[in-house]
């Protein structure tokens, strides 16, 4: 994997996390982000609800801007309740504690982040992983 999330990666990862998705019958959206947040790539997949994609959004920034598993920065809103609100007011998209939204790595650093709405939490934690195997596979493939 190259240090940039670029569009042939977001879309490959992309269309790993809808065809999971798909698979089991779920309608979610899915937001590619680079290292600060910014969309690479937004889809919103058939029959997914209207809202989805900006949720999925949240949870992709959340993960790149803050190096964690968005659903992993609960146990930081509540020891912290006005932090997140206050590092979220500096961003282009809001914060979210939701779980969804995961960091790409490369090696130590946030490359970027997938962020999935439109199941239930832990599908779609499942969902971004597939699509974050994608980038790997590519990587891989890329590196032989």
């Known amino acids: 994997m190259q240090n940039d999330m670029d569009l042939t990666r977001a879309r490959a990862a992309a269309e790993a996390a809808l065809t999971a998705?798909?698979?089991?019958?779920?309608?979610?959206?899915?937001?590619?982000?680079?290292?600060?947040?910014?969309?690479?790539?937004?889809?919103?997949?058939?029959?997914?609800?209207?809202?989805?994609?900006?949720?999925?959004?949240?949870?992709a920034a959340t993960a790149a801007l803050m190096g964690a598993a968005s659903g992993d920065l609960a146990g930081l809103r509540a020891a912290h309740p006005e932090l997140l609100d206050l590092i979220g007011a500096q961003t282009p998209q809001p914060m979210t504690t939701l779980a969804g939204g995961v960091p790409v790595r490369l090696g130590v650093d946030v490359v970027g982040a997938i962020g999935v709405s439109g199941a239930d939490p832990d599908e779609d934690v499942a969902f971004a992983r597939a699509g974050i195997a994608?980038?790997?596979?590519?990587?891989?493939?890329?590196a032989s």
């Open 134 to 142: 994608a980038l790997r596979a590519i990587g891989e493939r890329s």
């Open 21 to 59: 998705a798909e698979r089991d019958g779920k309608r979610i959206s899915i937001a590619v982000v680079d290292h600060r947040g910014q969309d690479v790539l937004v889809l919103r997949g058939d029959g997914a609800p209207w809202f989805t994609a900006g949720v999925a959004r949240a949870k």
